[in-house]
């Protein structure tokens, strides 16, 4: 008999189809969003590509031999190269530079004059290069008017980067986290949903239902199991997607992985159990409370701004380990960053603990139900 009503109501769930847009459909569509808007820009260095730029040749380029070298240096080949370099005349570089074929043109001078023609990354870094370069030229000019047997020494670094793994970070990777954790939260509509068929006077469902001969544990365990299935597959494809069409890596640990994706799914049906036995009224306002919900959630985790989560954790620590989202996002970032599993672990279990918490609330809500008549 479980598997009788599991099975009609999986048919019945997959008949939704607007809940099915929202809760799959539009998580794939915003992850395209993302990889569109920002999918080119990486912390990784080896991703870097060297800003094409052409340089006027002219007295004062070959003139000024300390700024010659620096560009030598600059656009030396290698795995570190800044600057893909052309030494042209005047009517070349603007020629170069219509054509879309350099970023920038440099023209030296007493000041650096940089010429562009739209605005950009690339264009931001050149321009701050050149001005980075004229502050120190005039300062160590100025030092060495006031005291000429001064001396100038490298620049030293007093910081040193260390790697918890092999991992490159990169802060671009928190959208995809933050949007991975608003689809398991996106579990929530299956969830609430179920609630609405179970509860005679919210739908006709639910009346008939409740007078059925199953026992009602069944059916809520049978509803849940449903809501569950249909969650962790809309993760697990978004998942796929995500990877294999834009490359995002989620780490080399796919049990774990999966773990995450279970343990948050079933977080968000929990919630959308909770919200569909607690709040009294009609529909709408249990949807509305639930889309406040969600996206209060899923912004605190980072998907509209990245440093959110992060902000959050520092300064309203409880906050962030009473967030559903932020702990999916925070499992996901934790097994691609660290190499020892204690804070993934950590975020798991308090994630079980949130899931039990609500379940046992809605349960409660739940049995506490008495109609008058049907």
């Not at 570089?93 to 350099?102: F, K």
């Not at 989620?250 to 995450?260: A, E, R, S």
């Not at 804070?343 to 279990?349: A, D, E, T, V």
């Not at 609500?358 to 008058?372: F, N, Q």
């Amino acid at each position: 008999m479980f598997w009788h009503v599991f099975k009609y109501r999986l048919k019945c769930l997959l008949r939704d189809r607007i809940t099915l847009f929202w809760t799959l459909i539009f998580p794939l569509v915003l992850g395209t969003l993302f990889h569109f808007t920002f999918g080119h820009l990486t912390s990784d260095a080896e991703g870097f590509e060297a800003i094409k730029t052409a340089v006027i040749d002219d007295e004062a380029y070959r003139g000024n031999t300390p700024f010659q070298e620096v560009l030598q240096a600059l656009a030396e080949p290698g795995r570190d190269q800044f600057l893909d370099l052309v030494i042209v005349p005047a009517e070349e570089a603007e020629r170069l530079l219509d054509e879309g074929s350099v970023v920038g043109v440099i023209r030296v001078g007493e000041d650096m004059e940089l010429m562009v023609r739209r605005r950009g990354i690339r264009q931001s870094i050149l321009k701050s290069f050149l001005d980075t370069y004229s502050q120190t030229m005039n300062t160590a000019q100025a030092i060495a008017v006031e005291n000429p047997a001064a001396s100038f020494e490298p620049r030293l670094s007093f910081t040193e980067e260390i790697s918890f793994s092999g991992a490159k970070p990169d802060t671009n990777l928190g959208y995809f986290y933050a949007l991975i954790a608003m689809t398991c939260v996106y579990g929530s509509y299956w969830g609430i949903r179920n609630t609405m068929h179970l509860q005679a006077d919210q739908s006709p469902q639910g009346a008939r239902r409740s007078i059925a001969p199953t026992r009602k544990t069944r059916i809520v365990l049978s509803d849940t199991l449903a809501a569950l299935v249909i969650t962790l597959g809309e993760v697990s494809l978004l998942l796929t997607y995500v990877h294999f069409a834009f490359g995002i890596s989620f780490g080399d640990q796919l049990g774990l992985i999966l773990l995450t994706s279970l343990v948050g799914s079933a977080s968000g049906v929990a919630l959308g159990n909770v919200v569909g036995t607690s709040v009294r009224g009609d529909e709408n306002l249990k949807y509305v409370v639930l889309l406040i919900a969600n996206l209060t959630l899923s912004f605190l985790a980072g998907l509209m701004w990245a440093p959110m989560k992060d902000m959050v954790s520092q300064r309203f620590p409880l906050l962030g380990y009473l967030n559903p989202a932020a702990l999916i996002a925070d499992c996901f970032y934790s097994l691609h960053i660290y190499s020892t599993l204690q804070r993934f672990w950590i975020n798991i279990g308090v994630l079980c603990l949130i899931t039990v918490v609500l379940s046992l609330v809605s349960a409660i809500h739940l049995r506490r139900e008495r109609y008058a008549s049907l």
